[in-house]
C-alpha cells in the first residue's frame, strides 16, 4: 500500500491516525501523486484537523519529551525521505515507549541520525548567514537551505542581536522569520522583491569584497581545501563570494 499527504504536518498526523485506526499495512509513503505506473493501491490521504489534533495531542502525552522533540525536528529534515521511518517511530511509541531509546529498532537508529545531521547543518549555518543592512536599518539575510532551519536560526540571533529588527528569509520554501517590534516569528512570503540596502552597508560590502580579495594569495590558492572549509551549498549568500558590483 502506498500512502500519498500533502506534506504538512496536519497531513503526517492526519495519516498517522488513519493508519493507526484503519489497521493499513503501509510500504511506501510519498509527498505527491508519481507520473509512472505504480503497480500498488495508491491511496491520497485528506488532512484532517481533528484528527490531527487527536493524534497530536496523545503524542504529547504519551511521548518522552525528547522523543516528541525528535518528531518535529525530523519534519524540518523536508529534503529526506522520512515519512515512513517517522511513521514505524510513532507507531513503536504507542506501544511501548521504552523501545523509543533502543537503537536496534532500525527507526530509531535512523532518526536519530537524522537528527544529529540536522543540527550539525544548523551549528554550520550559524556562522555563515550574513546579514545585510536594509535602507530602514533592518538587517536582512537570505539562505538556500538543504533542511528547514528557519525557526532554529531565528531563535539563534533573537538571543544574539538583542533589540534589533531582522529577517531570514528562507528562499526555496519562501518562509521567512521576522523580528521587529510588532511581530517576532515564522511567516509565509508570498511574493519577493530585492531589497534596498543603506548606504552603508553598499559601502561596506565593497570594503569587504576589497579585504577579501586583497588577503588572498593566487599561488597558494586551493579551491578544493576552500570547499572543505566552505562547502559551495553554504555559499549562495555569503558576501565572500557573490561578485562585486
Known amino acids: 500500500m502506498i500512502l500519498v499527504y500533502d506534506k504538512s504536518f496536519e497531513g503526517f498526523l492526519s495519516l498517522v491516525y488513519d493508519v493507526y485506526y484503519e489497521k493499513i499495512k503501509v510500504n511506501q509513503i ?8 505504480l503497480l500498488e493501491e495508491v491511496i491520497e ?14 503524542l504529547k502525552t504519551n511521548f518522552p519529551k525528547d522523543s516528541f522533540q525528535m518528531i518535529l525536528n525530523s519534519f524540518m529534515c523536508d529534503s529526506k525521505e ?17 523501545e523509543l531509546f533502543n537503537i536496534n529498532n532500525q527507526e530509531v537508529f535512523y532518526l536519530q541520525n537524522l537528527e544529529k545531521e540536522l543540527f550539525r547543518h544548523v551549528h554550520k549555518m550559524y556562522g555563515f548567514v550574513r546579514f545585510e543592512e536594509l535602507d530602514d536599518g533592518t538587517l536582512y539575510a537570505k539562505i538556500d537551505s538543504k533542511f528547514n532551519i528557519i525557526y532554529f536560526l531565528g ?23 521576522i523580528r521587529n517590534d510588532e511581530f517576532s516569528g515564522i511567516q509565509t512570503v508570498s511574493s519577493f522583491e530585492e531589497p534596498n540596502l543603506s548606504k552603508d552597508e553598499e559601502k561596506f560590502k565593497k570594503l569587504w569584497h ?10 597558494r590558492t586551493n579551491l578544493k581545501c576552500q570547499q572543505n572549509f566552505v562547502p559551495l551549498i553554504y555559499r549562495t549568500y555569503m558576501n565572500e563570494f557573490t561578485k562585486n558590483s
Not at 30 to 37: A, F, I, N, R
Open 45 to 58: 490521504i485528506k488532512t484532517d484537523k481533528e484528527k490531527a489534533s487527536k493524534v497530536l495531542k496523545a
Open 210 to 219: 576589497t579585504f577579501f580579495d586583497s588577503v588572498a594569495i593566487k599561488e
Open 155 to 177: 531563535q539563534h540571533f533573537l538571543k544574539r542581536l538583542n533589540n534589533q529588527s531582522f529577517i531570514i528569509h528562507d528562499i526555496k520554501r519562501s518562509i521567512a522569520f
Open 30 to 37: 510519498l509527498k505527491e501523486v508519481q507520473k509512472t505506473l
Open 82 to 98: 522520512f515519512e515512513i521511518d517517522l511513521l514505524k517511530f510513532i507507531i513503536l511509541g504507542f506501544k511501548n515507549k521504552n
